[in-house]
């Protein structure tokens, strides 16, 4: 029944079953999350041959031990695997850390406080700094933002990635606007990826963007699809190579989805002038990056077919949580006017929406019987999602059954909030 069409009294009787179902469900005591972005037990474990593999031999493919010191930009074949993730050369690849996250925090870091181009380029100069933020997007990014005092600017999100016609007015008419963030593959939380023309109108933004506009182009679900048929995402190297603007743009990703989340690698891809003036930032913090992590990931991940075919295992893990969370949607609220939601290809979420003014209270009323969600708000900037709409699903962490019990608890949620709102 869609929900504008139904009778006062339809709604009153469906009001009524439905405080009773969600009263069972209460009894229930669950203890249900689906806030968790992060690999389930299963999916860590298809990794553990980490453990162990330099079987004593700690030796480079260059005779080097990567027991000692040396080579700040990461091990030689680290660079060459995980540039052809981002597709750079391993000139234009640095491999760093267990976390992507903390290599985007410094480079914003040295932007804003000592400046790519010397230090009359530092952002800090700027009375104001604002960064462009497509949302609904990752609240990770939006606290870095918060953190350093950057204003953030929401870009709404098409199909096809940002709205490319808003963000390119925006940062012509505003010399402050000194970022933006993306997504571009299977985005947190909507799943989408970016159409090959907003790879390329990205690419092509520090051009028409005030002087040390970066783009963060922040990788992280690259090689995380879930069907063999999921869409590609253009090369955003290639295109800043076709327009000459690889300086203004920083790529990143992880293994922390691949390998062990937060005891993985993380690298970045940009040109080589960033990254030797990055070097020299970095050197004043540390000698160099853990190259026994990286050696025993590249043991394991060996070339872009073995890691494709390891990605081809979480898959297999995952994709029957995506579906059993689509297949409930699809069955409770299909064609009931009551939400709207991504069916994403690859990646960790869901995107719902619920109709205007609701989401806040879905999510109180699914904590309220046991079922965690992401906190309403969470994937907009400063937390306010003035639609009030957006709640991010993350199906991967908890078991399949717990998945299934939580989009059926969610969906009772949805109704009851959705029906009270239209009888009110
Ligand atoms: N970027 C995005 C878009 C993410 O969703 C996450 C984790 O959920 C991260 C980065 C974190 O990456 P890392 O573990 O490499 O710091």
Not at 15 to 44: F, I, M
Not at 316 to 334: M, N
Not at 376 to 387: H, K, L, S, V
Not at 405 to 410: D, E, R
Request: contains cysteine; aromatic residues 8%; charged residues 25%.
């Amino acid at each position: 029944m869609h929900i504008e069409q139904a009778s006062k009294q339809e709604l009153k009787d469906l009001l009524a079953d439905l405080y009773e179902e969600y009263d069972k469900l209460a009894e229930l005591k669950l203890a249900l999350d689906l806030t968790r972005g992060k690999p389930g037990a299963e999916q860590v474990a298809l990794s553990d041959a980490l453990d162990g593999i330099l079987a004593g031999d700690f030796r480079a493919a260059d005779g080097s031990d990567v027991r000692n010191y040396g080579g700040i930009d990461g091990l030689p074949e680290a660079k060459a695997l995980f540039g052809s993730v981002l597709g750079t050369s391993p000139e234009e690849t640095l491999v760093g850390g267990n976390s992507s996250l903390s290599l985007m925090y410094q480079v914003i870091d040295f932007a804003m406080n000592e400046g790519l181009r010397g230090e009359d380029s530092a952002w800090a100069l700027n009375d104001t700094v604002k960064f462009l933020c497509p949302v609904p997007g990752y609240d990770r990014h939006f606290s870095i933002c918060e953190y350093m005092h950057i204003e953030m600017l929401a870009v709404p999100m098409l199909d096809s990635g940002p709205d490319m016609d808003q963000a390119e007015a925006m940062v012509k008419a505003d010399p402050d606007i000194k970022g933006i963030w993306c997504v571009p593959r299977f985005g947190n939380p909507t799943g989408s990826v970016y159409s090959d023309d907003t790879v390329e109108r990205i690419a092509r933004l520090p051009q028409i963007a005030s002087d040390n506009f970066l783009v963060l182009w922040d990788n992280a679900y690259a090689v995380h699809s879930l069907y063999d048929d999921a869409p590609e995402l253009a090369s955003i190297a290639g295109y800043c190579r076709k327009h000459d603007t690889m300086d203004g743009v920083f790529q990143f990703g992880s293994t922390s989805k691949i390998t062990f989340a937060g005891a993985g690698v993380a690298f970045i891809g940009s040109s080589e002038r960033n990254l030797s003036t990055l070097k020299a930032h970095l050197a004043f913090q540390t000698i160099g990056p853990d190259k026994v992590n990286q050696l025993r990931h590249v043991r394991l991940l060996k070339d872009p077919e073995t890691l494709a075919a390891h990605m081809a295992k979480h898959a297999a893990l995952i994709r029957p949580r995506f579906e059993a969370v689509l297949e409930v949607l699809a069955k409770e609220l299909g064609d009931t006017g009551m939400g709207e939601w991504t069916e994403p290809k690859g990646g960790y979420f869901i995107s719902f929406d619920t109709r205007p003014g609701l989401a806040q209270e879905v999510v109180d009323l699914a904590g309220n019987i046991g079922v965690k969600l992401t906190p309403a708000g969470a994937t907009f900037p400063y937390g306010r999602d003035e639609a009030n709409r957006n709640i991010r699903l993350a199906p991967t962490f908890p078991s399949l059954e717990d998945v299934r019990a939580s989009a059926k608890a969610f969906t009772v949620c949805v109704k009851l909030a959705t029906v009270k709102q239209e009888l009110a």
